[in-house]
Nanobody, 124 residues
Framework: QVQLVESGGGLVQAGGSLRLSCAAS????????MGWFRQAPGKEREFVAA??????????YYADSVKGRFTISRDNAKNTVYLQMNSLKPEDTAVYSC???????????????WGQGTQVTVSS
């Protein structure tokens, strides 16, 4: 069982930055694929970014809409994954959730554990 708690959301002007954090419980955190997803009002939950563990290192993946602006990273010693969001746009407004997958990918259904989400609002 993994419990995830997000923090760092808030209100920011367009062009600004925020850093989201997701603290995870569990002793095998480093082996989970960790992902960030978001859901805007009236829309389906969508993939934002993921970081996958492998013997050879970590691999990161991004949605096209955030590539070059967002950066996902993890600190296995702190059981925490981060999402640094720069050059924020009003269309980035959503509830952002982190998720953990035993055998992860980029799809919502591949993730086993979810946090409660944190609101990010970008004003124009």
């Amino acid at each position: 069982q993994v419990q995830l708690v997000e923090s760092g959301g808030g209100l920011v002007q367009a062009g600004g930055s925020l850093r989201l954090s997701c603290a995870a419980s569990g002793r095998t955190f480093s082996r989970y694929t960790m992902g960030w997803f978001r859901q805007a009002p009236g829309k389906e939950r969508e993939f934002v970014a993921a970081i996958m563990w492998s013997i050879s290192g970590s691999y990161t993946y991004y949605a096209d809409s955030v590539k070059g602006r967002f950066t996902i990273s993890r600190d296995n010693a702190k059981n925490t994954v981060y999402l640094q969001m720069n050059s924020l746009k009003p269309e980035d407004t959503a509830v952002y959730s982190c998720a953990a997958a035993v055998k992860g990918g980029l799809a919502v259904y591949e993730y086993d554990y979810w946090g409660q989400g944190t609101q990010v609002t970008v004003s124009s």
